[in-house]
């Protein structure tokens, strides 16, 4: 690699030296050990205020934009930054070299994101091929990007956004149909990922060609200049999915990439300590880079597990109040050996204490100085054996229970037998096994159970056991996919009975229109909300993602909804619910149409503040939520 000793006048040599060691897990003896990096000029849209129209476009402006932030962050900023050029095109490319559209923001604080699945079927998936990066999706665009640095700017350029193969594979099939063909079709998912990581590592070789680093470190991995890693791969679904699958078809691909490129980072997002054995199972696992979102206990977990097997770079954005974030974060961390801070301050918005974001007003650079005091600080007490903070998490997992319980909502006047029948329903809806479901509910039925009480006595109580499970840490997404999935199978058979007399249409609790607010592309706990609200009786118009508050209105109009149903996950669309909630005044369907929103950074006291009825916070909810608004009981109708 030729690495940057010297750039613009500033001496990289001193920080080099520290990173070197964070890398090589050396021993830690001051605070000043601790390589703190913290980018101020992020190279993604999201959270920055001031970047060019054409920073998408035009390699000479994402280019002249990261150095011109550089060097004015080497003038103001205390750290251990080393600069790198990031041709950053969100993270859809390796998606957009096997076909899947890429959306091309609109707003100068948005990035380009794939906006919809390109596999629906397994013929979709059969029809892949790998990409040529040299003609395919947006791969180009990277290498002209990377092609540009490296003839005109003094800054050396690394890889552009990695997304690993089971988010790359999530945005071409949709998450949730991905975690369900896991459990379907395991041989057709085994085989997308052996496609996948092909291509990812063909994709990585192609670039390191055109920037001209060895294979097994790089000029800049996510923000970080990496002398002990070649690759990295962002595995933000790992949030989402249960260990055994993780196990099964992710760890085989992850450690083939680090052995090829001698050592890799895992990135995710949020609390991965399901995951530990996972992780320590990975080859060559060089770094894991989190975002623990202020989850200090999970932090705290993540840390002794991994002990020093893996150096650990903190990549949360700016807390609004570093002076506490950090004594909490780091109250559980005994030794300090590999920890590298490597932040984002973001322009326009700063994380609270709990990992939610809320909009500020401030100046990067003095934020950027504030993080690096506070650490060196919290550092410095820890190593003089001082207790800062938060006592040391415990580590304590969620407690095993039992799933097999008795059904509560049986009545007292069931026979032995009806209990029973009820609660086969419910086991065989927590086994995800649909073709049993079936058969239970249709004995259930031979016992002279009514359709409702199958519902409410058999699969509402299985469907309220998988939420409680999912709360508690037990259940992941895939389970929940697959739950919704295999009410749905026992509904087949419930549906026709439920009909009104002469062959009406199916009862319905109430019509539903429901989407991601304008801007934002997060569909997962969306498309729960929708498995939810169908498997729950409601009727539902699905409009998708991005979807702008005029259209929220027409298809409330259209479908004569009584609910409006918005999702978001970004902090910077929330606006879209408030002016979703104007335009249905404006329209004049306040009267008739009930608003309920939801998602991660959304809360109550939200809700309240832009005057909408319902919130809940988890899809589960969302059905008892959706109930109360339509005041409806099973059997009401539309
Ligand atoms: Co993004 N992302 N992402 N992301 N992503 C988050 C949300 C983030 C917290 C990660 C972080 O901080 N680093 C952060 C948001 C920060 C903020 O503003 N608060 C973030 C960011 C910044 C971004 C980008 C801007 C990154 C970039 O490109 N620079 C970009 C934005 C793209 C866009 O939308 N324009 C982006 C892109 C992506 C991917 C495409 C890679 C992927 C999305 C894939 C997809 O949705 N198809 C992705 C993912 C997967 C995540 C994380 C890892 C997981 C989100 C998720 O699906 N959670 C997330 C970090 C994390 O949480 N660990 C992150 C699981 C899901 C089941 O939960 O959606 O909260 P959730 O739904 C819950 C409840 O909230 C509730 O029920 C669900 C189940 O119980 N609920 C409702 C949801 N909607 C409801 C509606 C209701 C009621 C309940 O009534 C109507």
Known sequence: MGELTEWRGFDLRPRLAKIQRAFARAEVTSADDIPILV??????????????????????????YQARGYEKHLHLVDDDYVPYFMPWFGTGVLASGFGSKVHIPEEPGDDPAVVEPLITSPADAARLKLPDPYRDGWMPRVLDAIDYARAYSDLPPGLTDMQGPLDTLGLMCGQA?????????PQMVHELFELVTQAFIDWVKVQKQHIGEPLDCSNGLQGTVSPGAGVWESDDDLVLIDPGLYRE????????????????????????????????????????????????????HLRKGLGTHATIQIQDASPVDPESYYPR????????????????????????????????????????NRIVKSVREVVAKRLAGEADGRPAADGRRPSTVDHRGQPSAVGSRSSTEQVAALKEVRDRLIDFDGKGLQEAIRAALATGLAPFDIIIGGMAE??????RLYEAGEFFLPQLVMAGATMQEGMAVLQPLLQGAGGAAPVSKGRVVLGTVKGDLHD??????????????????????????EKFVQAAQAHDARLVAMSALLTTTLRGMQQTVEALEAAGLRDQVQVMIGGAPVSREYADQIGAEGYAPSAVQAVAEAERLLRTTVGSGQ
């Open 524 to 549: 997962i706990g969306k498309n729960l909300v929708k498995l939810m609200l169908e498997g729950a009786g409601f009727e539902v118009i699905d409009l998708g993602v991005d979807v702008a508050p």
């Open 249 to 300: 078809f992710v760890v085989p691909h992850v450690s083939r990439i680090f052995t090829e490129f001698g050592g890799g980072s895992v990135h995710f997002c949020g609390n991965g300590t399901h995951h530990l054995e996972n992780l320590l199972r990975i080859q060559n696992l060089a770094v894991v880079n989190n975002s623990p979102l202020g989850n200090f206990d999970a932090f705290a």
């Open 39 to 64: 980018n101020t000029p992020c190279y993604f849209a999201f959270g920055s205020t001031d970047k060019p129209p054409d920073y998408f476009t035009n390699p000479a402006s994402m280019v002249d």
């Open 329 to 368: 974060l780091l109250a559980g961390v005994d030794d300090f050996r590999g920890i590298m801070i490597a932040m984002f301050v973001l322009d326009n918005a700063g994380m609270d204490n709990q990992g939610g974001y809320m909009p500020v007003n401030w100046d990067p650079y003095q934020v950027a």
């Open 177 to 185: 149909r991905l975690f369900q063909w896991m459990y379907q079709e």
């Open 462 to 467: 299985g469907m309220s056991e998988v939420g």
